[in-house]
């Protein structure tokens, strides 16, 4: 099993930036990469950024491409999402996820399905 933990969520102003964390637990060896998503009310899980535990390949959703950064930390077991020029449609429930099947291709993390375990979720609000 897999425990993820998700925190930085909070409230910024629209073009103001914001670090999340997702720290992970238990059987992390078990993980091949990471992914975070977002959700607002209404709204179907949209993918967000993912990237493995071992390489240097990240992947990301279009939207976020040139302004997300995602980065890991081995030793601390830990994901982090930077999110800069943040706009109010991006306010949304922000979810950690860990995947334990391995994929060849970085395409295959986009989706919410290839996950097993997934974090609480942080809640990130961006006013205007």
């Known amino acids: 099993q897999v425990q993820l933990v998700e925190s930085g969520g909070g409230l910024v102003q629209a073009g103001g930036s914001l670090r999340l964390s997702c720290a992970a637990s238990?059987?992390?060896?078990?993980?091949?990469?990471m992914g975070w998503f977002r959700q607002t009310p209404g709204k179907e899980r949209e993918f967000v950024a993912a990237l493995r535990w071992s390489g240097s390949s990240t992947y990301y959703a279009d939207s976020v491409k040139c302004r997300f950064t995602i980065s890991r930390d081995n030793a601390k077991a830990t994901v982090y999402l930077r999110m800069n020029s943040l706009n109010p449609e991006e306010t949304a429930v922000y979810y950690c996820a860990a995947s334990t099947t391995y994929y060849s291709s970085n395409g295959y993390y986009r989706f919410g399905n290839v996950y097993d375990y997934w974090g609480q979720g942080t809640q990130v609000t961006v006013s205007s």
């Open positions: 238990g059987r992390t060896e078990s993980s091949y990469a």
